[in-house]
């Protein structure tokens, strides 16, 4: 069954909405170590950009689940929410996905940038 329209966009404006990663969450997730968290947040952004493309590169199904849910998880523990719930549904999709991974790519972008901002601040 899908979504009625109202939904999908209610969400869509949810993600741009919501900050790229919540360095709230990351704090307490790094006891508020500053410098934890900014190498945290650069190995972060490494990985993100890389287990994206090996999605996009996926050739199996296996393959494409296994990578969104690494993805997912990483994603998570630092606060890139969007990033993980768009993961998510990429893992748990057995239908085509290409515009969840198109979704994707922008949520990793924006979140990159976000890393960039905060890192030389």
């Known amino acids: 069954m899908s979504e009625p329209p109202t939904t999908?966009?209610?969400?869509?404006l949810d993600a741009h909405r919501r900050v790229p990663v919540d360095l709230d969450h990351l704090r307490r997730q790094t006891f508020g170590d500053e410098a934890?968290?900014?190498r945290v947040l650069?190995?972060?952004a490494r990985e993100a950009a890389r287990l994206c493309e090996k999605l996009k590169?996926?050739?199996?199904?296996?393959?494409?689940?296994r990578t969104a849910h690494a993805l997912v998880g990483s994603a998570r523990n630092v606060g890139a929410f969007t990033m993980a719930d768009i993961a998510s549904q990429i893992?748990?999709?057995d239908a085509p996905v290409a515009g969840r991974l198109?979704?994707?790519d922008q949520a990793v972008?924006?979140?990159?940038?976000?890393?960039a901002e905060t890192?030389?601040?």
């Open 102 to 104: 198109r979704a994707l």
């Open 109 to 115: 972008q924006r979140a990159r940038a976000f890393i």
């Open 42 to 44: 650069g190995m972060f």
């Open 57 to 65: 590169e996926a050739e199996t199904l296996d393959e494409r689940r």
């Open 8 to 12: 999908i966009h209610r969400r869509r």
């Open 36 to 38: 934890l968290q900014r």
């Open 91 to 93: 893992e748990r999709s």
């Open 119 to 121: 890192l030389s601040g």
